[in-house]
T-cell receptor, first 117, second 115 residues
């Protein structure tokens, strides 16, 4: 079964702290894509990153970094030196790769991050 | 470039009333998705369109929900009659293709409250 688990429901940190959001997935596909989206209070999901299953290189974009480990089916997201503007709900998602459901996103339940000044 | 547009942003209705949501995708995006997001949950797919064809509606509760995408551009999602459990945020998204690597662009959603 295709499934995404974000075990952390809520995380609260103080500004400038580093924080890691966990994502574990299950899939029967050998080729798949993983995504992270940010949902600020305005409600619109904002795309952050896409990673395919054959690329296990970690990625860094400014204060954001992602650690993809196929062996543990994890795709974790770290924010370095967090800021108040990072406060949002973050979703990890898996894209189905075969059949009629190709392209459909399966989302985790999200992790609500609160960054306090 | 304009993003995905949805209206209304908020809707409050009494149970058993009908309601409709409208979505205008990003220009040129052939694939359109409707998701429902319950409080504290991630979005769940209701229906996916490729142009004007509904290619995946397996999760759409067809007894009360219907959708259309005339001319392969704008789309409308309807609920008739609404039930208390339909209270949620309804999100529309679009992408340039249906491949698993295609990024989906989301609208701000319509928050529905059924009293």
């Amino acid at each position: 079964a295709q499934k995404v688990t974000q075990a952390q429901t809520e995380i609260s940190v103080v500004e400038k702290e580093d924080v890691t959001l966990d994502c574990v997935y299950e899939t029967r596909d050998t080729t798949y894509y993983l995504f992270w989206y940010k949902q600020p209070p305005s409600g619109e999901l904002v795309f952050l990153i896409r990673r395919n299953s054959f690329d296990e290189q970690n990625e860094i974009s400014g204060r954001y970094s992602w650690n993809f480990q196929k062996s543990t089916s994890s795709f974790n997201f770290t924010i370095t030196a967090s800021q108040v503007v990072d406060s949002a709900v973050y979703f990890c998602a898996l894209s189905e790769n075969y059949g009629g459901s190709q392209g459909n996103l399966i989302f985790g339940k999200g992790t609500k991050l609160s960054v306090k000044p | 470039e304009a993003g995905v547009v949805q209206s209304p942003r908020y809707k409050i209705i009494e149970k058993k009333q009908p309601v409709a949501f409208w979505c205008n995708p990003i220009s040129g995006h052939n694939t359109l998705y409707w998701y429902r997001q319950n409080l504290g949950q991630g979005p769940e797919l209701l229906i996916r369109y490729e142009n004007e064809e509904a290619v995946d509606d397996s999760q759409l509760p067809k007894d009360r929900f219907s959708a259309e995408r005339l001319k392969g551009v704008d789309s409308t999602l309807k609920i008739q009659p609404a039930e208390l459990g339909d209270s949620a945020v309804y999100l529309c998204a679009s992408s340039s293709g249906r491949r698993s690597y295609n990024e989906q662009f989301f609208g701000p959603g319509t928050r529905l409250t059924v009293l």
